[in-house]
């Protein structure tokens, strides 16, 4: 929502969106949209799966936009589902929507990866500035709905979360993260919380020049030789060998 606000009908419930607001639906879910004041502006950006696709290949880091859109991306046809985004922080979007409409209304080549960097750029920031919530209309989506705000915990603690913080923030015995992580994930908690911090340290070593120690640390591991094992273990290589490749 660029400017004012406007009323959007989803799965039959009206949603309010105000100036800076934003909603990213699935291809295939029912909306109606109501601009009611004259001097309201609204943008709506369309996004074709192949661009979804190499826009996803570029997109670094682990976050719910990012597994929303594969999910979107791998799914389409089959489940009706929408992020409804509200914004924590004061940062300015104008800026890069007016961007993205400059570069989408030049049709040269050259102008693509510029366009894409944008897209990154805006996706990065509605994660960091902006409350997500997710809304499903399918049984099974609604047990992926959980699973996506258990993953989002699970990232943004990963250094130090365990299944008793786990119960004491979703009110769910600790037996039932293990269930839906190995039902929807193929891992059991350990595994998958390993998993995360593991290419959280991988991004570290490459990114910057953190000293192992610190970057061990970081992740959540006090014991520097627990984490050059588990670390060679998950990789078939060394953190010290993964820098040097990169350089």
């Known amino acids: 929502m660029i400017e004012g606000?406007?009323?959007?009908?989803?799965?039959?419930?009206?949603?309010?969106?105000?100036?800076?607001?934003?909603?990213?639906?699935?291809?295939?879910?029912e909306h109606a949209?109501?601009?009611?004041?004259?001097?309201?502006?609204?943008?709506?950006?369309?996004?074709?799966?192949?661009?979804?696709?190499?826009?996803?290949?570029?997109?670094?880091?682990?976050?719910?936009?990012?597994q929303f859109l594969f999910h979107a991306l791998w799914n389409q046809q089959k489940e009706q589902n929408f992020l409804e985004l509200?914004?924590?922080?004061?940062?300015?979007?104008?800026?890069?929507?007016e961007r993205l409409l400059e570069e989408d209304l030049t049709r040269e080549a050259e102008h693509e990866q510029v366009k894409r960097g944008l897209m990154i750029r805006l996706l990065h920031h509605l994660c960091e500035d902006y409350t997500i919530q997710l809304h499903t209309d399918s049984?099974?989506?609604?047990?992926?709905?959980?699973?996506?705000?258990?993953?989002?915990?699970?990232?943004?603690?990963?250094?130090?979360v365990t299944t008793s913080q786990l119960e004491a923030k979703f009110h769910y015995h600790r037996?039932?993260?293990?269930?839906?992580?190995?039902?929807?994930?193929?891992?059991?908690?350990q595994q998958y919380?390993?998993?995360v911090r593991m290419k959280y340290?991988?991004?570290?070593?490459?990114?910057?020049?953190?000293?192992?120690?610190?970057?061990?640390?970081q992740t959540g591991y006090e014991n520097i030789s627990h984490f050059y094992h588990l670390f060679e273990d998950y990789f078939g290589k060394t953190p010290s060998?993964?820098?040097e490749d990169t350089l």
Do not use: W
């Not at 509200?86 to 929507?97: G, S, V």
């Not at 705000?149 to 990232?155: D, G, K, N, P, S």
């Open 175 to 189: 037996n039932y993260y293990h269930l839906l992580l190995k039902k929807y994930r193929g891992k059991t908690f």
């Open 241 to 243: 060998k993964m820098r």
């Open 201 to 217: 340290a991988q991004q570290l070593l490459e990114q910057t020049t953190l000293p192992v120690k610190q970057i061990a640390n």
């Open 139 to 160: 049984k099974e989506s609604r047990e992926k709905a959980f699973l996506f705000e258990l993953e989002r915990y699970i990232q943004k603690n990963y250094a130090t």
């Open 33 to 66: 949209d109501y601009i009611e004041a004259q001097n309201a502006a609204v943008l709506f950006l369309q996004v074709q799966a192949d661009y979804l696709e190499k826009l996803l290949r570029s997109y670094d880091g682990i976050d719910e936009m990012k």
């Open 5 to 29: 606000s406007f009323t959007q009908v989803l799965f039959g419930e009206k949603i309010r969106f105000e100036q800076g607001e934003f909603v990213i639906t699935d291809c295939n879910c």
């Open 86 to 97: 509200k914004q924590t922080q004061k940062f300015n979007t104008d800026f890069l929507l």
């Open 193 to 195: 919380v390993t998993d």
